[in-house]
């Protein structure tokens, strides 16, 4: 019995046609996650609201001021959180406004003395993290 050095030979080659399908479906496969990654990076490169913080002034032991650089798409409802924070790191104040494509001077009342004031972020809907 004489054995084949050839694997072809022994258990048959496959044909061309089912090589050129493997490679066509493989070829569209990564057509559409080259797709989905090109809009995924499109998409949270070009948020509808986009904020950040000026500036912040406190005023006295219950309130503080900031001013708010935000950049709203035209018919766009959006909302922005901006809170006061105490010397041991708690919430001491916080709102919620509606901005305007612009700036935005926001008041706040605090229980008691802040040290700073920070800027959660804007959502929109259809983008729920803030920015």
Not at 14 to 38: M, N, Q
Not at 69 to 76: I, L, R, T
């Amino acid at each position: 019995m004489a054995s084949s050095p050839h694997l072809a030979d022994r258990y048959g080659a496959p044909s061309p046609a089912r090589r050129w399908l493997g490679l066509a479906v493989v070829g569209v496969l990564v057509a559409a996650s080259l797709a989905w990654l090109a809009w995924t990076s499109w998409f949270h490169a070009t948020p509808a609201v986009h904020s950040e913080l000026v500036g912040y002034q406190v005023v006295d032991d219950h309130r503080a001021r900031a001013t708010v650089s935000v950049a709203v798409e035209d018919g766009v409802s959006a909302s922005c959180v901006v809170r006061a924070v105490a010397a041991d790191h708690m919430t001491v104040g916080e709102v919620a406004f509606e901005p305007v494509d612009g700036r935005n001077e926001v008041t706040l009342r605090t229980e008691r003395r802040a040290s700073a004031v920070t800027l959660t972020g804007c959502t929109a809907e259809g983008q729920p993290r803030p920015r």
